[in-house]
């Protein structure tokens, strides 16, 4: 089993940044492909970026590249997300998703990921 837990949301104004943390339980965190995903109010939940295990392996969704950045450390468990600049349209609520993978790879696709975290809000105003 692995807990994740997010963490760093918050409300900024456009043009700002943030960095969003994801704290993962287990000792075989160095074997867990990892993802963020966000959802906006009345959307689905979307792909925002992806890393592999040894974090040498990212991709990101095409519209974010260039404005977010994961990466992680796994001597602490943990996988980030530096945001910015940020707009409005990043609203949403960002999840953090871990994937045991035998391959040091990345994956987009939300159903393939084992254990998803709580969630945590962000807010661009305008």
């Known amino acids: 089993q692995v807990q994740l837990v997010e963490s760093g949301g918050g409300l900024v104004q456009a043009g700002g940044s943030l960095r969003l943390s994801c704290a993962a339980s287990g000792r075989t965190f160095n074997k867990y492909a990892m993802g963020w995903f966000r959802q906006a109010p009345g959307k689905e939940r979307e792909f925002v970026a992806a890393?592999?295990?040894?974090?040498?392996?990212?991709f990101y969704a095409g519209s974010l590249k260039g404005r977010f950045t994961i990466s992680r450390d796994n001597a602490k468990n943990t996988v980030y997300l530096q945001m910015n600049p940020l707009k409005p349209e990043d609203t949403a609520i960002y999840y953090c998703?871990?994937?045991?993978?035998?391959?040091?790879?990345?994956?987009?696709?939300?159903?393939?990921?084992?254990?998803w975290g709580q969630g945590t809000q962000v807010t661009v105003s305008s």
């Open positions: 998703a871990a994937r045991f993978s035998d391959r040091d790879t990345y994956y987009q696709t939300s159903s393939v990921y084992d254990y």
């Open positions: 890393i592999s295990w040894s974090g040498g392996n990212t």
